[in-house]
């Protein structure tokens, strides 16, 4: 099959892996060369970590790369039998993405949005023409790694492109669970709002970040704590959703923190700015420990 994935950012790169992975053709489209050029460098990265663990062949890492194409021109999704849309978190741009594409692509291409939070039905609304062709297959962070996918139906999703990109979903070697449209999803209705809550605990002074990790992990069975886990997703992208929900259900219960918005507005959106509630080296860098 042939894919495009357009955006070749945070979730872009690790969502092309993956499809790369089952053994699909992908062009990755950014907007421009050096974003492209970044999404491939942390593919290439991490097939370079599977070859020198012994668990990927350099000839393997080679024909895989071979099957990736980059772009910064939308008509090369022209042959694109699925596309998956993950740029930024604002409808204005992904309308603007999908009315361009509905007049690129043949009519049998499905396209899917990897929203965290935005309105399916709003998005397929925008291609009248195929908005039963429109879903969302919602990766999570870090998309090589992480096996779940939300495939969120709009209301105007048929039945075969829902059961398609479902299929598909699980080919990649994913578990996709069905979920119908609502603000959030299912994870990030209870994800976000947490993180949120662990924001509050560290402005109000009761606890520090690494505290209120460690807290969660060891006093709620959670793997990685919610603070550690806000700095992987990125700030900017967390309040997006926190502003989806507050807006989607009226509820204050899912006001945005202040100190979200702070941290937004000063740039530290977390790993891939090389600062959060942590601090790493550099963009997308590893953490760095204080001792
Ligand atoms: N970060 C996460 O943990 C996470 C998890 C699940 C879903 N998502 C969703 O995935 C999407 C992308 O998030 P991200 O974290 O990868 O963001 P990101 O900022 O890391 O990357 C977004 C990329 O999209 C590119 N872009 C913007 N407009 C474009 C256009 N018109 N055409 C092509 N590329 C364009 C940007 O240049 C950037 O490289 C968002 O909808 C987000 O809500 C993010």
Redesign the pocket.
Same mark, same amino acid.
Request: glycine share 16%; proline share 0%.
């Given at each position: 099959m042939k894919v495009c994935v /357009?955006?070749?950012?945070?979730?872009?790169a690790r969502i092309t892996e993956v499809f790369l992975n089952a053994g699909h053709d992908v062009t990755m #489209?950014? #907007? &421009?060369p050096e974003?492209t050029e970044r999404?491939k460098t942390v593919i290439t990265h991490d097939y370079e970590f599977l070859v020198s663990k012994g668990k990927m062949t350099a000839e393997r890492k080679d024909e895989l790369l071979a099957s990736l194409k980059t772009s910064v021109d939308?008509k090369d999704a022209a042959d694109a039998d699925f596309i998956m849309e993950? #740029?930024?978190?604002r409808m204005d741009?992904k309308k603007?993405?999908l009315e361009d594409l509905d007049k690129i692509c043949p009519a049998h291409t499905i396209f899917a949005?990897?929203?965290?939070?935005?309105s399916i039905t709003e998005m397929a609304a925008c291609i009248p023409h195929r908005s039963d062709k429109f879903i969302g297959c919602? /990766? /999570?962070?870090p998309a090589q790694i992480m096996k779940l996918v939300e495939v969120t139906r709009a209301i105007q999703t048929s039945d075969e492109t829902f059961q398609t990109a479902f299929d598909l979903m699980a080919s990649l070697g994913k578990t996709p669970v069905a979920v119908k449209e609502g603000p959030g999803f299912v994870v990030n209705r209870i994800l976000i709002p947490m993180m949120n809550e662990a924001m509050g605990i560290v402005a109000d002074g009761i606890a520090s970040p690494a505290d209120v990790d460690i807290a969660m992990q060891l006093g709620a069975g959670m793997k990685s704590g919610p603070l550690h886990t806000a700095d992987?997703?990125?700030h900017?992208?967390n309040l997006? #959703?926190m502003e989806t929900l507050y807006r989607e259900t009226g509820d204050p219960k899912y006001r945005p923190h202040p100190l979200m918005r702070q941290m937004v507005r000063a740039g530290w959106l977390g790993v &891939?700015t090389g600062k959060g509630f942590f601090d790493y080296d550099g963009p997308f860098g590893k953490e760095i420990v204080k001792k």
């Open positions: /357009f955006g070749a950012g945070n979730m872009g #489209i950014d #907007i &421009k974003f999404g939308r993950v #740029i930024l978190e741009l603007d993405l949005s990897n929203t965290s939070g935005l919602h /990766f /999570f962070n992987l997703v990125g900017d992208v997006a #959703i &891939k």
